[in-house]
């Protein structure tokens, strides 16, 4: 059982290092983090966290886009390099899951300069998807 100051220090230590793995000794002093509307994410304990963490919460973008979400368009990419590779017929998890590593592996050769594009530019994303209104984006 672990205490809540003791939770509270290794979840500093964690977004530490975490951001430091982002971006170097070089931390910047603020970065956007767009996130989900939900209550909890949005209390004034959940974002004073975010600011101790240099995380600055965006407040004015659509409630539902997929284009905020650099996920989701790592996800549509991993999609399609299943289907170019599918079977004809029923395969086993096990011949899946190898190629399911193999097609990530390909993800990150063929795609590696657009995956870090999406995990960098959020700001862009989220302005032009408010430009359009919420509309879908190139993103």
């Known amino acids: 059982h672990m205490n809540g100051e003791r939770f509270r220090k290794m979840i500093e230590d ?7 793995a982002c971006f170097g000794r070089r931390l910047p002093k603020r970065v956007p983090l767009v996130m989900d509307f939900e209550r909890c994410l949005r209390t004034q304990d959940s974002l004073q966290c975010l600011r101790r963490h240099r995380l600055h919460a965006v407040r004015l973008h659509p409630k539902h886009s997929l284009d905020l979400n650099a996920s989701e ?30 097609s990530a592996q390909k993800l990150n050769q063929r795609y590696r300069k657009d995956l870090l594009i999406l995990c ?6 989220a302005r032009e998807v408010l430009e359009r209104g919420g509309a ?3 993103w």
């Open 14 to 20: 964690h977004s530490l290092r975490w951001l430091r």
């Open 73 to 102: 368009g790592v996800w549509a990419r991993l999609r399609q390099i299943l289907n170019e590779t599918a079977p004809t017929g029923r395969e086993t998890r096990q011949v899946f899951v190898k190629r399911l590593r193999r």
């Open 120 to 125: 960098t530019n959020q700001t862009v994303r």
């Open 136 to 138: 879908t984006t190139k």
